[in-house]
């Protein structure tokens, strides 16, 4: 089957967001089988069609200066998305990535539909009402709450980021492929040595945009309770997000963001190529996650940048990290997401020394080449096609019959 295929979401792809990472790693992959991939998003405004690394892209979205304006957006993206599949005389299939409204899945579903042609969906996030201020009411959650429960119907085909969700699909009469969350990890470059200086401070960082579901205020709380032998021997770096944001939004104590105050360093938004660097020159990435519906669902693109960079991962073990993170060989297991829990992973990434750290950066950039690598799973995504191609077939057959 030769052809295009049609990758449409609502993220600001190219700019690299985590969304934008799986989407251009299915692009990538995609084009390896021989299907050229289209990525439509929402990123800055593009006049014309764009070469983003060998992808070509454009941007649904209009610019403007009022507020207004700029919400229509959303309402007459189905009519650009119409003109834009008209012009695509060799599609072959639609693959509709996280950020799309129901009424845009809906569309896109039905041309696909109507074309005869390969629709699929990514499923990457379920969310949990404790997420968001609102709960419930919340618009993105209602949203996805419909796509789960509505959207999502026996006989489609979809991938699904973790075991969570495949088997709630399985369960729904989906047909799913799982694909965790996957980039081009060859193109990253590790940095495999760390200093070998007796005074050396271990660095450690967190890099992302937390709101409520990372618990960065554990943390904040495990560092500021750390034993008097380990204080002034570390640095720990918040990309993402700056001092304020970290007690207003984060919810950590002023007093634990206090005490740690001078070991603290706040870089706020950065690049995506600053970000990659801080954290491939940091010892260890830390992540704290509760055990909710969303992290069950959900994969942490943080936490395989930061393998694929050779940096090992401190974290409790949420989505299907155990299938991933192994204690004191890529990096340190936390038994809860409590202040207690962390500390006492923190404290035994204290005790490595430079050639154990040495290994387990190596360890790390290996599980990422083994497991997250968008080339491993180019034969999930073919079956998923010619899975896909051959339902189609056999409808057209019955109906001729």
């Not at 992973?345 to 690598?373: G, H, N, P, V, W």
Request: proline letters at 3%; glycine letters at 6%.
């Amino acid at each position: 089957m030769d052809g295009r295929i049609l990758l449409v979401s609502g993220l600001r792809y190219p700019e690299g967001d985590a969304g934008s990472v799986r989407l251009h790693a299915f692009a990538k992959a995609f084009f390896e089988l021989g299907h050229p991939a289209i990525v439509v998003g929402l990123g800055k405004e593009t006049e014309d069609f764009q070469e983003y690394d060998n992808v070509t892209y454009c941007s649904m979205s209009h610019e403007s200066s009022h507020s207004y304006p700029s919400k229509l957006n959303r309402v007459f993206l189905t009519r650009r998305l119409a003109r834009l599949i008209g012009g695509i005389d060799d599609l072959v299939g639609i693959v509709a990535f996280s950020g799309l409204l129901p009424n845009e899945l809906c569309f896109l579903k039905r041309v696909a539909k109507k074309k005869g042609i390969l629709f699929a969906f990514d499923d990457v996030e379920y969310y949990s009402p404790a997420e968001f201020s609102t709960g419930r009411l919340n618009f993105s959650y209602l949203c996805n709450s419909w796509i789960q429960k509505r959207f999502l119907r026996k006989g489609m085909s979809a991938i699904a980021i973790s075991t969570f969700l495949e088997r709630y699909l399985i369960d729904r009469g989906v047909k799913v492929k799982r694909i965790p969350a996957i980039m081009n990890v060859q193109s990253m470059k590790p940095a495999l040595r760390p200093s070998n200086s007796s005074n050396r401070k271990t660095v450690f960082v967190y890099a992302g945009s937390p709101g409520k579901k990372d618990y960065l205020s554990s943390i904040v709380k495990a560092f500021s309770s750390l034993d008097d032998r380990f204080s002034s021997r570390y640095e720990l770096h918040l990309v993402g997000l700056d001092r304020e944001q970290l007690i207003d939004e984060c919810g950590a104590n002023p007093e634990d963001v206090c005490c740690i105050d001078a070991d603290l360093i706040c870089h706020g938004r950065v690049p995506r190529d600053e970000v990659m660097r801080i954290v491939s020159e940091a010892d260890f990435s830390v992540l704290v996650r509760p055990i909710m519906r969303y992290s069950k669902a959900g994969f942490p693109t943080k936490f395989v940048e930061s393998f694929a960079l050779g940096t090992p991962v401190i974290s409790n073990l949420t989505s299907d990290l155990k299938m991933y993170l192994k204690d004191e060989e890529n990096g340190f297991i936390a038994d809860g997401c409590d202040e207690e829990s962390v500390r006492i992973a923190l404290q035994k990434a204290f005790e490595k020394d430079y050639l154990s750290l040495k290994k387990m950066r190596i360890s790390a950039r290996k599980t990422a080449e083994e497991c997250f690598d968008y080339r491993i799973y180019t034969k999930e995504i073919h079956d998923l096609l010619c899975r896909e191609t051959n339902d189609n077939a056999s409808a057209d057959l019955s109906r001729i019959r």
